[in-house]
């Protein structure tokens, strides 16, 4: 369990950053993202990556943090239940 310095200190980043952090959610969780699961994972990858880039993180780093959709062709009702 991190420290009670180390606490103090996230909660000190989070009050300083609250409007970006508030701006993400709202991008995030206006990306559509009903049925089939994964339909819009290529966008919400997109404006993560963006962030990440924006916050310094290089670009090897933050391809390897994203999987690949299936290739469109495959439709959600052919995958196996």
């Known amino acids: 369990m991190p420290s009670q310095a180390v606490l103090r200190q996230v909660d000190r980043w989070i009050d300083a950053h609250k409007k970006g952090l508030v ?13 089939p699961p994964g339909l819009n994972y290529p966008k919400i990858s997109q404006v993560l990556a963006l962030e990440l880039k924006d916050l310094g993180v290089m ?19 052919s995958f196996p239940n």
């Open 59 to 77: 670009q090897d780093a933050i391809h390897g943090l994203f999987w690949v959709p299936a290739p469109h062709h495959l439709k959600y009702d």
């Open 23 to 35: 701006d993400l959610t709202c991008r995030l969780v206006s990306i559509d993202t009903t049925v």
